[in-house]
Structures are given as structure tokens and as C-alpha cells.
T-cell receptor, first 114, second 119 residues
């Protein structure tokens, strides 16, 4: 079955530290992959997307993600966390043959501490 | 460019009452989506419209939920009657196309959502 998994429902980092949010998918065919961010009481904002071009994708606010087919992963990273990065992050997958339907992970709440 | 608009932003109702949510997509976007986001979970697609036709409503609880997109622009999602488990944020999203034009035209843009509390 096709699915997407985000490991760690809560991640806490210090300001200036590396941010790593994990996302794995289950599919025999590499899908399209997305990361969205959701600030409190707001909708989802697209951070970046993988569309089978470059495997290292750069997004907004200094975030990037690397598609690794062998690991079926699409982890989100940022070299140096900022207080304003505190939010919930969702990995989403558009599986082949599913039209434009997005399947979301359960989300990771990122906390940034001083 | 104006984003996806939704109203109301918050709604509190008693169980067994009815409620309706409204969505206005980004101008020119042919495809519109309604998602349900229960606390602690990722959004789940309820229904997808292409213009004013339904593309996917496989996860819409049709005994109580209904949605329409008249004239292929605005959309309304209704719950009648509401249950306690319907408490969630209802997100509307839109995309230029709906899966046939490549990811560049299929990127979904989300509105701020409507937070529904059923007591």
C-alpha cells in the first residue's frame, strides 16, 4: 500500500542548530514529494517540491530536501534554525496514478529554543 | 495575487446541527479541493473538483457531507447533521490544473481553513 510516514511528531532544536525532519514514503514508483509548513491558525504554505528533476531541492526560508530513491526518503533540512521556524511541518506525496491527490504525513511540530 | 479565501474562520455548533463552509479559489484555478484536518493528523482529502465536476469524492462521508461548485468557481461544503467527530479544520485548496499538466501546474495552494467545533 502507498503511504507516507513522518518520524517524530515533535522535534526540538536550539536556535542556530541543524534542523532535520524525516519523511519516508512507500511506493514502487517514485512519486512527487512536497513539504508544507503550517503556522498556528493558518493554512499550509508550500516550502518545496520534488518533481523528478534534481534530487536536492531548495525551498523558501533556507530549507532544502534531498530525494533518496534507495532509502525512499525525502528529509527536510535547514543548516541553522531560527525562532521563526517554529511551526508544524507536513510531508505530502502525490502517488503515480492518483491524479493530483495529496497524501499527507501526520506532521512534525518543530520547537526552536534559545 | 489574492490567495484562497475561506469563511468563516471559526464555527461552533451543537451536534445534529447543520453547518456550511465557503471557499473562493485563486482566480483561474480549475481544480478545487476540500481537506479535513483532525487535531494531531495530516489533512485528508474529502473531495476534488475539476471546474464544476467531481473528480474524487471517495473519502467524503456522503450520508452527512455534501459539496458543490456551481459555475466552476466558488465552492460550498456542508455537514448535515454534524457529529462530535466532525470537529476539525476544513481546508480548501486550489491548483491551476488537476494532474494532467505536470507538477508545475498542479501545485496546491491552501486557504487559512475553517476551524469547526462540534459540542
Amino acid at each position: 500500500a502507498q503511504s507516507v510516514t513522518q518520524l517524530g511528531s515533535h522535534v526540538s532544536v536550539s536556535e542556530g542548530a541543524l534542523v532535520l525532519l524525516r519523511c519516508n514514503y512507500s511506493s514502487s514508483v517514485p512519486p512527487y514529494l512536497f513539504w508544507y509548513v503550517q503556522y498556528p491558525n493558518q493554512g499550509l504554505q508550500l516550502l518545496l517540491k520534488y518533481t523528478s528533476a534534481a534530487t536536492l531541492v531548495k525551498g523558501i526560508n533556507g530549507f532544502e530536501a534531498e530525494f533518496k530513491k534507495s532509502e525512499t526518503s525525502f528529509h527536510l533540512t535547514k543548516p541553522s534554525a531560527h525562532m521563526s521556524d517554529a511551526a508544524e511541518y507536513f510531508c505530502a506525496v502525490r502517488f503515480t496514478g492518483g491524479g493530483n491527490k495529496l497524501t499527507f504525513g501526520t506532521g512534525t511540530q518543530l520547537k526552536v529554543e534559545l | 495575487e489574492a490567495g484562497v479565501a475561506q469563511s468563516p474562520r471559526y464555527k461552533i455548533i451543537e451536534k445534529r446541527q447543520s453547518v456550511a463552509f465557503w471557499c473562493n479559489p485563486i482566480s483561474g484555478h480549475a481544480t478545487l479541493y476540500w481537506y479535513q484536518q483532525i487535531l494531531g493528523q495530516g489533512p485528508k482529502l474529502l473531495i476534488q473538483f475539476q471546474n464544476n465536476g467531481v473528480v474524487d469524492d471517495s473519502q467524503l462521508p456522503k450520508d452527512r457531507f455534501s459539496a458543490e461548485r456551481l459555475k466552476g468557481v466558488d465552492s460550498t461544503l456542508k455537514i448535515q447533521p454534524a457529529k462530535l467527530e466532525d470537529s476539525a479544520v476544513y481546508l480548501c485548496a486550489s491548483s491551476l490544473l488537476g494532474g494532467s499538466g505536470g507538477v508545475g501546474t498542479d501545485t496546491q495552494y491552501f486557504g487559512p481553513g475553517t476551524r469547526l467545533t462540534v459540542l
